[in-house]
């Protein structure tokens, strides 16, 4: 067990629709990234936040948005969905903002498409 | 541009026997190296990692080695069981000194092990 949570496990909706996806951190730590992997691809890293503040941006979609609350948990907003946002969503904590410690992954949330 | 390029994609091996798996990095500042196995319906686990001030690293059956001139590291899988068969990721990171470093993936090696 990692140490992260995300919820919900699977989500299944369909084009045009907007969902919201949870994750809460390792304790102690300030770090929580998001990630999307598609079927047969790697981890392509989509934003990160520390401390509530945003740090860094990957390969982020204008329509998604994310953001980090004073709980330190964290909320990956995904709006006008195409079939192409199918995907597994993982959400990963580390303990710093500067990238140079581990990172530690939820179990992800599978978003279907129809 | 930055970039992991991780292989094989796919690796079969004997039961008992050992596995390899190399990648390489374009960034001569990376100095965290981080491996992670993924199983199915699972996120990413760490399972060893290195830094750029140590040639290998061994934890029970796992290894992983840096060649900071070639910039290329590997996982090394010995006396390989079933349970290890999974999807393995790389990863390295590129940065700098006075800024954030950003972690960048390989895109992975499927693992099987065969009985």
């Known amino acids: 067990d990692s140490g992260v949570t995300q919820t919900p496990k699977h989500l299944i909706t369909a084009t045009g629709q907007r969902v919201t996806l949870r994750c809460s951190p390792r304790?102690?730590?300030?770090?929580v990234y998001w990630y999307q992997q598609s079927l047969d691809q790697g981890l392509q890293f989509l934003i990160q936040?520390?401390?509530?503040?945003?740090?860094a941006k990957g390969n982020i979609l204008e329509r998604f948005s994310a953001q980090q609350f004073p709980d330190l948990h964290s909320e990956l907003n995904l709006s006008s969905l195409e079939l192409g946002d199918s995907a597994l969503y993982f959400c990963a904590s580390s303990v710093d903002g500067q990238g140079r410690q581990p990172q530690h992954f939820g179990d992800g949330t599978r978003l279907s498409i129809l | 541009g930055e970039n992991v390029e991780q292989h094989p994609s796919t690796l079969s091996v004997q039961e008992g026997d050992s596995a390899v798996i190399k990648c390489t990095y374009s960034d001569s500042a990376s100095n965290y190296f981080p491996w992670y196995k993924q199983e199915l319906g699972k996120g990413p686990q760490l399972i060893i990692d290195i830094r750029s001030n140590v040639g290998e690293k061994k934890d029970q059956r796992i290894a992983v080695t840096l060649n900071k001139t070639a910039k290329h590291f590997s996982l090394h899988i010995t006396e390989t069981q079933p349970e290890d068969s999974a999807v393995y990721f790389c990863?390295?990171?590129?940065?700098?000194?006075?800024?954030?470093?950003?972690?960048?993936f390989g895109k992975g090696t499927r693992l099987h092990i065969l009985p």
């Open positions: 936040y520390y401390n509530g503040e945003e740090r």
């Open positions: 304790s102690g730590d300030l770090s």
């Open positions: 990863a390295a990171s590129i940065g700098g000194e006075n800024r954030d470093d950003k972690i960048i």
